[in-house]
């Protein structure tokens, strides 16, 4: 079956970049969704289709897909950045797949 | 304003069924296709059932599969998991989840609240 790899924990400092990377056997060639998902809530869109961001996500949420690895790039974090991030990828037609979730922490 | 709301978890023995329901409001049900999303305690998302738009196609996670069943009535706008044969490892949040349209891949645009199945003795 097909798996989706992350980092368990990123680390950031306010107002630098945070990126977090999502690997999987030839991502580049499916399109990848990234998910933000704070504590108690339930997630939410932040990136989809490798780059593009939903109605009222905030420009500083960016993606990239290419080869292996997708990544997801928060330019200018914020402390309410702070949360889990999911990437996910639909395998062959007939399955769905998540990343094993990374925890952003903003210092 | 899109709204998704799930109902029916609760406790359960191993080996039972539970059924639980996805009330969904604010857009053209009939038209998405959808989805369910569970999350154990303090792990990770895990991709569970689709079906389409009309109900008549559904695919499902290998660890489910001959043991739920995922259903709709687009008259209710409603959507359904029937659960059998339970397991402690099916423990989770159960989300409902739409899909969202996209000129490419497939992506979850909202979700419900989530409704919880323990599955203990």
């Known amino acids: 079956s097909y798996e989706l790899t992350q980092p368990p924990s990123v680390s950031v400092s306010p107002g630098q970049t945070a990126s977090i990377t999502c690997s999987g056997d030839q991502l580049g060639d499916k399109y990848a969704s990234w998910y933000q998902q704070r504590p108690g809530q339930s997630p939410v869109l932040v990136i989809y289709?490798?780059?593009k961001r939903p109605s009222g996500i905030p420009e500083r949420f960016s993606g990239s897909n290419s080869g292996n690895t997708a990544t997801l790039t928060i330019s200018g974090t914020q402390a309410m950045d702070e949360a889990d991030y999911y990437c996910q990828a639909w395998d062959s037609s007939t399955q769905g797949v998540f990343g094993g979730g990374t925890k952003l922490t903003v210092l | 304003e899109v709204q998704l709301v799930e109902s029916g978890g609760g406790l359960v023995q191993p080996g039972g069924s539970l059924r639980l329901s996805c009330a969904a409001s604010g857009f053209t049900f009939s038209s998405y296709w959808m989805h369910w999303v569970r999350q154990a305690p303090g792990k990770g998302l895990v991709w569970v059932s689709r079906i389409n738009s009309d109900g008549s196609s559904t695919n499902y996670a290998d660890s489910v599969k001959g043991r739920f069943t995922i259903s709709r009535d687009n008259a209710k706008n409603t959507l359904y998991l029937q659960m059998n044969s339970l397991r402690a490892e099916d423990t989770a949040v159960y989300y409902c989840a739409r899909e969202g349209i996209a000129v490419a891949g497939i992506n979850f645009d909202y979700w419900g609240q989530g409704t919880l199945v323990t599955v203990s003795s």
């Open positions: 289709q490798d780059s």
